[in-house]
T-cell receptor, first 111, second 115 residues
Framework: DAKTTQPTSMDCAEGRAANLPCNHSTISGNEYVYWYRQIHSQGPQYIIHGLKNNETNEMASLIITEDRKSSTLILPHATLRDTAVYYCIVRAGTSYGKLTFGQGTILTVHP | GAGVSQSPSNKVTEKGKDVELRCDPISGHTALYWYRQRLGQGLEFLIYFQGNSAPDKSGLPSDRFSAERTGESVSTLTIQRTQQEDSAVYLC?????????????FGQGTRLTVV
């Protein structure tokens, strides 16, 4: 599965949009982009995933560039409860299971 | 059950003892994963079960670690002759098998402390 690169940490003001980037320049055609987050002392939580089209759900939006070499997770109105480590994961369509977590981005939402 | 359940939530054991950690996946989920997370570190893949297929054991760090799963139900992770470096949170996750396009649901983990 392709490797991802994320910034180590980011800050965001409460109520503003949080835009978390992820580079996956070696992604191949059958690989999906997944985002999870881990709030302190909890298990990871699925947020969203996509292949090439932009996706939106009740938690976030996922914007994937046309060449699919990078993506951005958008939390439209960040709250203090969104403070967490955010993981961007790329997984092939045939790699059932074995989500490979990197170091992620520590997002701190401040008042 | 409503989610993935892991037990015990906390376990303190003496170095050299064996421990068993249990995971109850969400009913109907055919895929089950174990991860380890050391303090301040990321998630380290250990093992993956999918239905009746041979498990992917590529992440098990040594032969002291083993895991079993009966059918599509409970899984146990066993660590023999525990060492202090085994201290970590052990996380279990399950997902429904619909190809790879599925989300994994994680339990709250078992915090293992080896003293």
């Amino acid at each position: 599965d392709a490797k991802t690169t994320q910034p180590t940490s980011m800050d965001c003001a409460e109520g503003r949009a949080a835009n978390l980037p992820c580079n996956h320049s070696t992604i191949s055609g059958n690989e999906y982009v997944y985002w999870y987050r881990q709030i302190h002392s909890q298990g990871p939580q699925y947020i969203i995933h996509g292949l090439k089209n932009n996706e939106t759900n009740e938690m976030a939006s996922l914007i994937i560039t046309e060449d699919r070499k990078s993506s951005t997770l958008i939390l439209p109105h960040a709250t203090l409860r969104d403070t967490a480590v955010y993981y961007c994961i790329v997984r092939a369509g045939t790699s059932y299971g074995k989500l490979t977590f990197g170091q992620g981005t520590i997002l701190t939402v401040h008042p | 059950g409503a989610g993935v359940s892991q037990s015990p939530s906390n376990k303190v054991t003496e170095k050299g003892k064996d421990v068993e950690l249990r995971c109850d996946p969400i009913s109907g989920h055919t895929a089950l994963y174990w991860y380890r997370q050391r303090l301040g570190q990321g998630l380290e893949f250990l093992i993956y079960f999918q239905g009746n297929s041979a498990p992917d054991k590529s992440g098990l760090p040594s032969d002291r670690f083993s895991a079993e799963r009966t059918g599509e139900s409970v899984s146990t992770l066993t660590i023999q002759r525990t060492q202090q470096e085994d201290s970590a949170v052990y996380l279990c996750a399950s997902s429904p098998y619909r190809g790879s396009n599925t989300e994994a649901f994680f339990g709250q983990g078992t915090r293992l402390t080896v003293v």
